[in-house]
């Protein structure tokens, strides 16, 4: 592929991922186009890109999903090149092949490669055959309890019995040991046979507490590829990850290399290019089994930054642009520990419930080891129509330890009004016991939210202080005079007695 | 001025004292010394007998939701007495209208020359968020206006006039 040089990149996204690839198109003397939506018209990053385009009404399929306006506006603005961001329409194959027939250079991976690998059950059907481990089991449907106990004995305990034809969980039975097969498989079929009319079952190997480990891969269009290692992502709320980490406090050297070596068969295999991830679920005894790969920039890219000290987004557009690889595997290092905490305008004592509206007052943290990658300023909208990631806040340190209570230091300086982020709620996670000790899985959130954690004393006495003085302050700012009108004799007297020096 | 200020599900009885960035506060009878400075928007830095606390007040439905440094608190506020300071009474002669707290200037009512009534609003100012009308403490003749519009003001500045 021989190389070009981009002169204009159109960014086909939002919020603070669309922030972060025009501040690298305006570093690498690229212009930068935005596109916006209705709401999003004064959004931030509609005025830091050199040029936006209007792409339709608020509603993201009228306009950030609407393939052809993107398009429309790409070529209108002259763009040599568009970027997805994540979300919206970065892992679609269709949007990346309507790049292609418009003769625009997509930043990511082949139209046909994200097909091929985007597809759960294909990426699965590659990752066996590029030696990569999947979670065991058999998708043989299972018609009595003999052969039931056979592939039971083959996989091992604990093990899921799903109903062949199931969804839904029903049909579903968690089985802890070989003593429980027997009744639990007859509750399966059973339940299977009522709900589906069908009481085939099949196994599959239980994780139990699992561990969510992804790793970063890069590869260029000469056959270079490379991991940028691994981001732990365990704690997670609706399954969606909040809080990431690199280094994983659960890899050793020799697993991490090992996960490594099988991401990069798998790129290899599957003649991948550019930037992507592959999830992996790890159990208890740090197997890990390849769960699926995103074939685009992950919100959770700056963590790797930080501790490899490479830029992934000019990396990508260096790689749309035909260069290789500016480094080989033995280049890279993981220097120190990087944290991420996603800020999102959700109410965390409130399931999470989304919380837009008008951010009042914003004071965003800095100093050492800090970066905010954020979609908006003071006086910005957080839209209801889109996800209401507001930031995400990464700090670096030496160490583990160090990089936490770094984070605990940011958050605190942190402050938002006007709506309610996951703040407090980062608050608990960074101090709590287990994870301080590294021992997060999946369920973290849900059992913190269960747990009656001991409380840091609360200034409640100034916060009480706080916010009497500001209601003195109001009234005194829209008191009247008595002579203004006809005033209750009990008020005149409580004003005259402060105006004696009383306390009033 | 004696609030009840309920926070964290408990009510406290809170009295205030003082102004212009000095305060004593008695929550439940134990006085702080309060020292208080509006640094731009919601945000107030509060020395409390020598700890310092970054503290935000947003005002919220039947009071405010108080920042106190990593804590989120949201903080009824209930008078318990009546508000009542009164404006310069006693003989006739010129009625100085300040700022009573910082803050801005949103909308000059008033001109000079221009002939009000008591309680009558001269300046709407923005503070803490909320707009808040500033009345005429006197009939009379409005006889200077200093207030801009859009114009940041302190706590003492002299608005208007009236004789």
């Not at chain 2, 318990?80 to 009512?109: F, K, N, S």
Request: aromatic residues 6%.
């Amino acid at each position: 592929m021989s190389e070009r040089i981009f002169r204009k990149i159109l960014v086909a996204n939002r919020g603070e991922i669309a922030v972060r690839v025009i501040r690298a198109c305006r570093e690498m003397g690229i212009v930068s186009v935005a596109v916006f939506s209705e709401a999003d018209r004064a959004a931030r990053h509609v005025r830091l890109a050199d040029e936006a385009w209007p792409i339709g009404p608020p509603r993201a399929a009228d306009s950030y999903l609407r393939i052809d306006r993107v398009i429309d506006a790409a070529r209108a603005s002259g763009a040599d090149a568009v970027h997805p961001g994540y979300g919206f329409l970065a892992e679609n194959a269709g949007f990346a092949r309507a790049c292609e027939e418009a003769g625009l250079v997509f930043i990511g991976p082949r139209s046909q490669t994200i097909a091929l690998v985007g597809e759960k059950t294909s990426a699965r059907r590659l990752a066996v055959a590029a030696g990569l481990p999947v979670v065991p089991g058999t998708l043989e449907p299972l018609v009595d309890d003999a052969a039931i106990r056979r592939e039971a004995e083959r996989i091992g305990f604990p093990l899921m019995l799903k109903a062949a034809a199931g969804g839904g969980g029903k049909g579903l039975r968690l089985v802890a040991s070989a003593a429980e097969l027997v009744s639990a498989a007859g509750r399966a079929r059973s339940e299977a046979r009522s709900a589906f009319g069908d009481d085939r079952v099949y196994v599959e190997k239980a994780l139990v507490r699992p561990r969510h480990v992804e790793i970063q891969v890069m590869a260029d269009h000469h056959g270079n590829v490379v991991h940028l290692f691994e981001r732990e992502c365990s704690i997670q709320r609706r399954h969606q990850k909040v809080v990431e980490e690199t280094p994983s406090p659960l890899l050793t050297p020799d697993l991490r290399a090992r996960m490594g070596m099988l991401a990069v068969a798998l790129v290899r295999k599957s003649g991948y290019v550019n930037a992507g991830t592959l999830e992996f679920l790890m159990d208890e005894s740090r197997e890990p089994y390849f769960l699926e790969m995103n074939t685009r920039l992950q919100v959770e890219h700056p963590v790797t930054e930080l501790v490899t000290g490479v830029d992934l987004v000019k990396l990508q557009i260096g790689i749309a642009q035909g260069e290789p690889l500016p480094f080989a595997q033995a280049d890279l290092v993981q220097r120190g520990h990087a944290i991420e905490c996603r800020v999102y305008a959700e109410d965390p004592d409130a399931g999470f419930l989304p919380c837009p509206g008008r951010i009042l007052a914003l004071r965003v943290p800095g100093g050492p080891g800090i970066r905010d990658d954020s979609g908006v300023e003071e006086g910005d909208e957080v839209p209801s129509y889109y996800d209401p990631l507001v930031s995400k806040l990464v700090a670096w340190g030496e160490d583990r330890a160090s990089a936490i209570a770094r984070m605990r230091r940011a958050v605190r300086e942190y402050k938002v009004l006007g709506i309610k982020t996951t703040l407090p709620f980062f608050e608990r996670v960074l101090r709590h016991p287990d994870f301080l000790a590294g021992r997060i899985d999946t369920s973290f959130v849900e059992r913190l939210g269960r747990e009656k954690q001991a409380e840091e004393e609360r200034p409640w006495a100034v916060a009480a202080a706080a916010a009497a003085i500001g209601a003195l302050a109001r009234r005194r700012a829209a008191r009247t005079t008595p002579g203004a009108g006809p005033a209750p004799s009990a008020w005149r007297r409580e004003g005259r007695r402060e105006g004696m020096g009383g306390r009033g | 001025m004696i609030f009840d200020a309920a926070v964290d599900g408990q009510t406290h009885r809170v009295e205030v004292t003082g102004s212009k960035g000095r305060y004593t506060v008695a929550v439940d009878g134990r006085p702080l010394e309060v020292d208080w400075r509006e640094v731009g928007g919601p945000f107030v830095s509060l020395l409390v007998g020598g700890r310092s606390h970054h503290v935000a007040l947003e005002p919220r439905p039947g009071g405010y939701r108080v920042l106190v440094d990593n804590h989120d608190f949201a903080v009824d506020v209930l008078e318990t007495t009546r508000d009542a300071v009164l404006a310069p009474r006693g003989p006739a002669g010129p009625a100085r209208l300040v700022a009573p707290m910082p803050g801005r200037i949103v909308r000059v009512l008033a001109e000079p020359g221009q002939e009000v009534e008591a309680g009558q609003g001269l300046v709407v100012m923005e503070a803490m968020k909320m707009e808040n009308e500033l009345r005429s403490p006197r009939a009379g003749r409005v006889v200077e206006v200093h207030a801009r519009e859009l114009q940041t003001v302190e706590t003492g500045f002299l608005l208007v006039v009236v004789e």
